[in-house]
C-alpha cells in the first residue's frame, strides 16, 4: 500500500506542477484532463499527508517517553497518534481500492413490466416516478427517451436518462427484478397479489466509447402512437433503428421531430451495444468474485415492495425497512448507502 501511496502523491505533485504551467490553458481539453486527474486524486493524498504526519507524530511520543517529566504527555500523544495510524490507514485502503470506470457517467435507465400483467405495468410506472423523484433529490437530471404506455396508466416500458454527479455509482444497484406485493384496485376480494419488474441500469456509452459502423444499421420510420393505438401526430416522426450485426432494435417516439427521436434512439442502441460489451468482459471476473450485493444479472430478484406491511426488503444485503411510502417518494439513500458499504466490504475482503 505505501509504495502505492507514494506513487499517488509523486503524480498528484507532478500534476500540480503541470497545472500552473504557462499556456496550459490555451489547451482547454488538456487543461480539464488534468483538473480531473487532480481532482481524482486529491482525497487519497490528503489523507497520505495526515497518515505520515500521524506517523511523524508517534515516533516523536516515543522518543519523549525516555523523559520522566514528559512521560504523561508522551503517552497521550502516542494514543492518539497509534488511532489516527489506524483510522487512516482504514480510510487509505477504501481509497485506494480500484475504481469503477463507469462510476462518473450518466446513466440509461430501463424499466420493464414483468409477470402480473395491468398491475406489473403500474408498478413499472410507479418505479419510474421513485427514481425521477430520487434523482431530484440528488440534484440530478431526467430526461424520458421512450415509454410505453397502457390504458390504464402504466407503462409496458420506459426508457429514461439521468445525468449528473457520480449517478452510475449510486444508481448501479438497481438492476435486477423488482417485486410487488400488494391489492390491486381492481381486486375486489381483498387478495394480495404478486407482480414482478425488471430494471436494467445502464452506463450511457459515449461515440468514444463506442463506435457504431452506420453501414450495420437498418432505420425506419413511423406514425406515433399512444395508449389504445391513438395518433399523437399525423407526420411519420417516430425512429426504429436495427442494428443488423445483433438485432438489436430500438425505437423512440417521445418527440415530434424526427431528429430528436433518431438521437435519443442512437443513445439508447449505443448504451446497450456498450454494456453487453461489458458483459463479455466482466463475466470472466464475476465467475471468480462473489459479490456480497449481486451480479446485477436483470435475472436476480434484488427487493420486495410489500404494500400490506408498509415494508421494503432488499434480498442481497437482508435489509428490511418499514416505511415504504417514503421510500416510493424517493427516499432511496438508507438502502443505497448500505449497498454501497456491502460492495466496498466485499472489494476490501476480496483483496485480503
Known amino acids: 500500500m505505501f509504495d502505492q501511496l507514494d506513487a499517488v502523491i509523486h503524480r ?22 488534468l ?10 493524498v490528503v489523507a497520505a499527508r495526515a497518515y505520515h504526519a ?20 508522551a503517552q497521550d ?26 462510476d462518473d457517467k450518466n446513466i440509461i435507465v430501463e424499466i420493464r413490466g414483468g409477470a402480473g400483467g395491468e398491475e406489473s405495468a403500474l408498478f413499472a410506472h410507479s418505479l419510474y416516478r421513485m427514481y425521477t423523484m430520487y434523482a431530484e433529490k440528488r440534484g440530478w437530471t431526467v430526461e424520458l427517451l421512450s415509454m410505453s404506455e397502457t390504458e390504464l396508466g402504466g407503462c409496458k416500458e420506459v426508457v429514461f436518462q439521468i445525468s449528473g454527479d457520480q449517478v452510475y455509482s449510486r444508481m448501479k444497484f438497481e438492476s435486477g427484478v423488482h417485486r410487488v406485493q400488494r391489492v390491486p384496485e381492481t381486486e375486489s376480494q381483498g387478495r394480495v397479489h404478486t407482480s414482478t419488474v425488471t430494471v436494467a441500469v445502464l452506463p ?17 420510420t413511423f406514425r406515433s402512437s399512444g395508449a389504445g393505438g391513438q395518433h399523437i401526430n399525423k407526420t411519420e416522426s417516430a425512429i426504429r433503428i436495427t442494428h443488423l450485426p445483433t438485432g438489436m432494435v430500438v425505437e423512440c417516439q417521445d418527440e415530434r421531430s424526427q ?8 443513445r439508447v442502441l449505443r448504451t446497450r451495444l456498450y454494456e453487453a460489451e461489458l458483459e463479455k468482459q466482466n463475466a470472466a471476473i464475476a465467475a471468480d ?3 456480497q450485493v449481486g451480479t446485477g444479472d436483470r435475472a436476480e430478484r434484488i427487493r420486495t415492495y410489500n404494500f400490506p406491511e408498509n415494508r421494503v426488503s432488499d434480498h442481497r444485503i437482508k435489509l428490511t425497512l418499514y416505511k415504504l411510502g417514503q421510500f416510493m417518494d424517493g427516499d432511496l439513500d438508507d438502502v443505497i448507502d448500505a449497498l454501497v458499504t456491502a460492495d466496498t466490504a466485499a472489494k476490501l475482503q476480496a483483496q485480503s
Open 204 to 220: 450511457e456509452a459515449e461515440e468514444v466509447d463506442f463506435a457504431i459502423n452506420p453501414a450495420d444499421l437498418k432505420i425506419d
Open 12 to 33: 498528484f505533485e507532478e500534476l500540480e506542477a503541470r497545472l500552473s504551467a504557462p499556456g496550459l490553458y490555451d489547451d482547454p481539453a488538456a487543461a480539464a484532463a
Open 35 to 44: 483538473l480531473k486527474e487532480r481532482g481524482d486524486l486529491e482525497l487519497i
Open 259 to 266: 431528429h430528436k427521436n433518431k438521437d435519443k434512439a442512437m
Open 54 to 73: 500521524a506517523e511523524q507524530q508517534k515516533a516523536e511520543a516515543e522518543e519523549m517517553l525516555g523523559d520522566p517529566d514528559l512521560k504523561e504527555l
Open 77 to 102: 500523544e502516542l494514543r492518539q497518534a497509534k488511532d489516527d495510524l489506524e483510522r487512516l490507514e482504514g480510510e487509505l485502503k477504501i481509497l485506494l481500492l480500484p475504481r469503477d470506470p463507469n
Open 289 to 291: 468474485r462473489k459479490n
